[in-house]
């Protein structure tokens, strides 16, 4: 999962960088309003977490030009403005999620978890594929009860795929969404995870799409 | 005065005694100038009519005292009776031209010759023709035309009147009249200041009772004032009392906050102090409870009534329905419906921004404690409007509700009993 951290004070932000990517998350970084809409309408992102007081560029007007461009990508606005009159301006600009400071890192990581699992229309913060089981809240997974190890990147591809349940996910976008903007991509080393993950969790959980990608699908 | 003072913003800003004595001069300088030109108007109009019905009457005696000789001259059988017509160059004139070219003039004309325009008047009619006369003066001339007994055509008389004397008359009256309208212009001002300074009477008394409040000599406006600055007086005692509340009630807010920091504090200094260094749980939790009453305190001071009131109040059931919209898309994961009903007309003397933080504060811990309805009314009643938010959580026991109310008190652990919020 790919998330856009849009917040300008460097201590904070990269406070939230690392527990984002603690939580297994791929983060790209915007320091002012104008970074965040370009990246915004460039980047694939899985969820944006926005500050209003960007400079530049205010938080809010960037969000309703993502809106006002059709981008529908799930947005957590964490700012210190936090009077009612500013949530409802938030959550009527197009914000799904409204945080203000200060907070705890957990209750962000939770409403992050939430955000991902709403746009995958998943309700539980575990998630099952037959014999498969990923908690979002931990990072731990199973295989019929029994813990799995897995690295940082193999962990990314399965959460990924285990939030597009049944969907053909082709190795361009896997890559997208296990990636930050400045990592050096190679697709090729998605059909290495993909090929690890088989061998840790069963062959037959991811199937190979041939010329399309991979789905996930519990066998029958 | 500069002509850029006179604009309308110059005026609003400017003092109260000048805009008035503007506003009174720009009414009686153009309402005596027409008055004065209106009854200027009237005199000469009168003087012309009173000239004509004169003339009239020198017309009617020179038409009586013709005759007709009998080899068929026209004579007159004596003088007019205003000896004005026997002096020479007078201003009063007569002329009559009978049949064959045969002229006769007042003795008045003495050696100027005076030609009527060419004119034949109906038998009754009078004509009225302007000429130039001795010495260039402005003459007016009243003519008809007469059938003498005995005559063998008809005959014109005239009779002619210099028309400077009604120019000079005139401007005599308009001179004289001129000097009462400034006259009355200067007592008419002299009233309006009167008047300003007695009419402002209470509002230097006002400024009065102000800088007593500044110097400290007192702590409202005091004294009696007129029904129309009475409002006012009110006004300003009510929002300096409003104030005085808000910095005691921002007092007592930092009391509070300060002394909930402290407890807190006090663990972490004492853990910082502990001989196997400090507990990063301790620390946490502390930081949390921190961090807990800093939220609490500012929601609280969102909470608090603003100094002004809204102009006109704050339509109640727009700002619930945003506020129950926001809630519930910040609730989405529980999946809270959140209902708003109540009267249209509901509306409360407060800032839409201050409703919004009392209303967004209760729906959202309604929100937070429900299983899965909060339902929102408002009410108008007594005068007044009441919101009630309920939620069918498990709500606050009974004795328990009199700690969530007090100062410093709170309750956030959920616990059976009626559910309200």
Redesign the interface.
Known sequence: MRILLAEDDAALRRQLAEALADAGYAIDLAPDGDEAAFLGESEPYDVVVLDLGLPVRDGLSVLRAWRAAGITVPVLILTAR????E??EG??AGA???LAK?F?MEELLARVR?LIR?AGGLAAAELRCGPVALDTRTGRVTVDGRPIALTAHEFKVLSYLMHHPGKVVSRTELTEHVYAQDFDRDSNTIEVFVGRLRRKLGSDLIRTERGLGYRLEAAQ | MTRSSLTPSSLASSSLTRRLFLLAILWIAPALIITGIILTDLFRTHAEAELSRRMAQHLDELAAVLEVTPDGAVVLARDLSDPRFRRPLSGLYWRVDGPGDRTLRSRSLWDQALDLPADTPKDGEVHRHTLTGPNHAPLVAWERSLHLPGAVAPVRAAVIADASDVQAATAGFSRALGLSLAVLAAGLLAAVAVQVRLGLGPLRRMRGALADLRAGRSNRLEGAFPGEVQPVVDDLNLLMEENRAMVERARAQAADLAHALKTPLAVIANAAAAPGGMDPAVVAAEA?RM?HQ??RH?ARA?AAPTLLHSQGGTVVLPVLR??A??VA??H??RGVDIQVDGDARARVRAD??DL??M???LIDNAAQWCTALVRVTAVVADGGVVITVQDDGPGIPADRRSDVLARGGGWTRPCRGPAWA
């Open positions: 936090g009077t009612w009159q949530k409802v959550i009527d799904d999620d409204y200060p705890r939430a709403r | 949390d961090r800093i939220e500012l969102r945003q506020i919209r926001t898309r910040l989405t994961e839409p921004v919004q933080e209303a967004g504060n």
